[in-house]
């Protein structure tokens, strides 16, 4: 049991399951289940941040509308970026990263309506959105929440709970019944059951480049391929 003079808001368990991740009072903490004691802590610089759902990154909405993207074991930055490209009168008013670090999902308030937009952390830019998920200033978007798994996107309004599929999610499964892995000449490398969960490393016009487990990659074709698990009988 840690006992902390600030009030703790929220927490998270980092990835490997040893830490936890608090924000309280103006710091954000990273405390060790094994000792009890905090090795990492940083300033909370910014108008609105948050947690990711597996604990392992922090992203920070600055007043200069910069978000800032760090690592919960260590605090270490990992990326910071703009929020909007335009400069000054941007609308984001907060930020939510994804489960595994990828992503980071935004709000912002555009004619007096919400919406969202997907940020890739790596590419340090909005790469999906801003998309309505408000559609009157009458159902304010409370807050954005990430399935575990990333997944899913929830988000509570004033009236209404609007859940979504990522559409960014890395994961993918095989909807066809005689799907292949091929090599990058074509050459089949392996039949795909249907179902097959396959991990997008790379987007190529008409197919996917994928990992299957540790060692299995190649490409799938983008039509064989879906966010939605099939019912397998």
């Known amino acids: 049991r840690k006992q902390q003079s600030d009030a703790v808001y929220t927490v998270s368990f980092t990835?490997?399951?040893?830490?936890?991740?608090?924000l309280a009072g103006s710091m954000?903490?990273?405390?060790?289940?094994?000792?009890?004691?905090?090795?990492?802590?940083?300033?909370?610089?910014?108008?609105?941040?948050?947690?990711?759902?597996?604990?392992?990154?922090?992203?920070?909405l600055k007043e200069d509308k910069t978000i800032d993207v760090r690592s919960t074991d260590d605090m270490r930055l990992l990326k910071s970026f703009p929020a909007c490209a335009w400069g000054g009168g941007c609308p984001v008013r907060a930020v939510y990263p994804a489960p595994g670090g990828?992503?980071?999902?935004?709000?912002?308030?555009?004619?007096?309506?919400?919406?969202?937009?997907?940020?890739?952390?790596?590419?340090?830019?909005?790469?999906?959105?801003?998309?309505?998920?408000?559609?009157?200033?009458?159902?304010?978007?409370?807050?954005?929440?990430?399935?575990?798994?990333?997944r899913f996107v929830a988000v509570p309004t004033s009236f209404a709970l609007q859940v979504f599929r990522n559409p960014l999610h890395?994961?993918?499964?095989?909807?066809?019944?005689?799907?292949?892995?091929?090599?990058?000449?074509?050459?089949?490398?392996?039949?795909?059951?249907?179902?097959?969960?396959?991990?997008?490393?790379?987007?190529?016009d008409a197919s996917f480049y994928v990992g299957i487990g540790q060692t299995l990659k190649g490409y799938v074709k983008t039509d064989e391929v879906s966010l939605i698990k099939p019912d397998i009988i």
């Open 102 to 150: 990828r992503l980071v999902a935004a709000l912002s308030a555009q004619n007096g309506m919400d919406h969202v937009s997907l940020y890739g952390v790596e590419e340090g830019k909005a790469i999906l959105g801003p998309a309505l998920v408000a559609p009157s200033s009458w159902y304010r978007a409370r807050q954005l929440v990430f399935s575990p798994d990333g």
């Open 170 to 204: 890395h994961v993918r499964f095989v909807t066809a019944d005689a799907a292949e892995l091929t090599n990058a000449a074509g050459k089949a490398l392996t039949k795909l059951p249907k179902g097959t969960a396959v991990e997008i490393l790379r987007t190529l």
């Open 28 to 60: 954000a903490w990273t405390w060790s289940l094994e000792t009890g004691q905090p090795p990492a802590q940083s300033p909370i610089t910014g108008i609105f941040d948050e947690v990711s759902p597996d604990g392992g990154t922090w992203a920070v």
């Open 15 to 22: 990835p490997d399951g040893r830490k936890v991740i608090g």
